[in-house]
């Protein structure tokens, strides 16, 4: 009983479905699953993210790296456990995508700002 607890807390789930049977699922039944905007960007752009998805799947086979400039794409079932390039405005930021990240679009995992290193005030160099 108690293996059982622990393989079962291993397991990775969305929303109640486990992450490893969503992956042979259709784009548009995972779509029934996500909130009501993603949902609509999913439905609405299907060809877009099919296409990213049998790219990314043959670059990783290869093993390349697959890069976008969309940002906006919905992180999918199937993209789980790649490693995608998303473009941040300068460079590629490299984003491994988790099951966490399933709804979420990769933008919001490559940040676009630096964080700001701030002196402290009033602490000058002396000329001596």
Same mark, same amino acid.
């Not at 486990?18 to 609509?40: G, Q």
């Not at 099951?99 to 000058?124: N, Q």
């Given at each position: 009983?108690? @293996?059982?607890?622990?393989?079962?807390?291993? @397991?990775?789930?969305?929303?109640?479905?486990?992450? @490893?049977?969503?992956?042979?699922?259709? *784009? %548009? @039944?995972?779509?029934?699953?996500?909130?009501?905007?993603? %949902?609509? *960007?999913?439905?609405?752009?299907?060809?877009?993210?099919?296409? +990213?998805?049998?790219?990314?799947?043959?670059? =990783? #086979?290869?093993?390349? /790296?697959?890069?976008?400039?969309?940002?906006?794409?919905?992180?999918?079932? %199937? /993209?789980?456990?790649?490693?995608?390039?998303?473009?941040?405005?300068?460079?590629?930021?490299?984003? #491994?995508? =988790?099951?966490? /990240?399933? &709804?979420?679009?990769? &933008?919001? +995992?490559? /940040?676009?700002?630096?964080?700001?290193?701030? *002196?402290?005030?009033?602490?000058?160099?002396?000329?001596?």
């Amino acid at each position: 009983m108690a @293996e059982e607890l622990v393989k079962k807390s291993k @397991e990775k789930f969305f929303r109640g479905k486990n992450v @490893e049977d969503l992956k042979a699922v259709n *784009t %548009r @039944e995972f779509a029934k699953l996500v909130k009501s905007r993603a %949902r609509r *960007t999913i439905l609405r752009n299907y060809d877009v993210i099919e296409a +990213f998805v049998r790219k990314l799947e043959e670059r =990783t #086979a290869n093993g390349k /790296m697959a890069k976008t400039h969309d940002r906006s794409l919905v992180i999918v079932p %199937r /993209m789980v456990g790649k490693i995608v390039g998303v473009h941040n405005g300068k460079e590629f930021v490299k984003v #491994a995508i =988790t099951h966490d /990240m399933l &709804g979420h679009r990769l &933008g919001e +995992f490559s /940040m676009t700002r630096k964080i700001a290193k701030h *002196t402290s005030l009033g602490k000058k160099k002396e000329v001596k």
